[in-house]
T-cell receptor, first 114, second 108 residues
């Protein structure tokens, strides 16, 4: 079974631009979560989607948004990029196992904002 | 205030040593995860647990719900265990909170 794929793997943008990142979950998984990882803040939860609905959202400004499609693929969008948005963005595909949501992480997209 | 606290932040061990990483949390949880991150960024979920103890090879994870504490043990450590280990909790409100990670280096 193929793992979680994220595209692109690396991205360079300038302040003020917007960016869209893509995540394809493992086949059969219906939930996708997004995380931001920076050296200063560590890992932080962005949002979680399940069956095209946002189930949960972390404490990020409205510039960060996402969506999930009927085939479970997900995109996240960051508008009006700031230097502080430079980070590794990780997506995780989730399946329910024993009543709990087990997470499988993708390789991440490294975003650099200049 | 961090919802998840890990200790130690950095750990250096000789090959073969028994290693313990601790995690304390302050929120009600539905599950606790131990994650491993190697240089380059890839994250692997090692354990997901809500009670008791789980074992996988040389790795053991325990959780005490009453004390809001979990430990990750590595027996007979090996240089390939060198990585950052991250404790994460899924709160009962469905939010995820992460510890800052423990950077482990195992010296041959």
């Amino acid at each position: 079974k193929a793992g979680v794929t994220q595209t692109p793997r690396y991205l360079i943008k300038t302040r003020g631009q917007q960016v869209t990142l893509s995540c394809s979950p493992i086949s059969g998984h219906r939930s996708v979560s997004w995380y931001q990882q920076t050296p200063g803040q560590g890992l932080q939860f962005l949002f979680e989607y399940f069956s095209e609905t946002q189930r949960n959202k972390g404490n990020f400004p409205g510039r960060f948004s996402g969506r999930q499609f009927s085939n479970s693929r997900s995109e996240m969008n960051v508008s009006t990029l700031e230097l502080g948005d430079s980070a590794l963005y990780l997506c995780a595909s989730g399946r329910t196992s024993g009543g709990y949501n087990e997470q499988f992480f993708g390789p991440g997209t490294r975003l650099t904002v200049l | 205030k961090n919802e998840v606290e890990q200790s130690p932040q950095n750990l250096t061990a000789q090959e073969g040593e028994f290693i313990t990483i601790n995690c304390s949390y302050s929120v009600g949880i539905s599950a606790l995860h131990w994650l491993q991150q190697h240089p380059g960024g890839g994250i692997v979920s090692l354990f997901m647990l809500s009670s008791g103890k789980k074992k996988h090879g040389r790795l053991i994870a325990t959780i005490n719900i009453q004390e809001k504490h979990s430990s990750l043990h590595i027996t007979a450590s090996h240089p390939r265990d060198s990585a950052v280990y991250i404790c994460a909790v899924r709160a009962t409100g469905n939010q995820f909170y992460f510890g800052t990670g423990t950077s482990l280096t195992v010296i041959p």
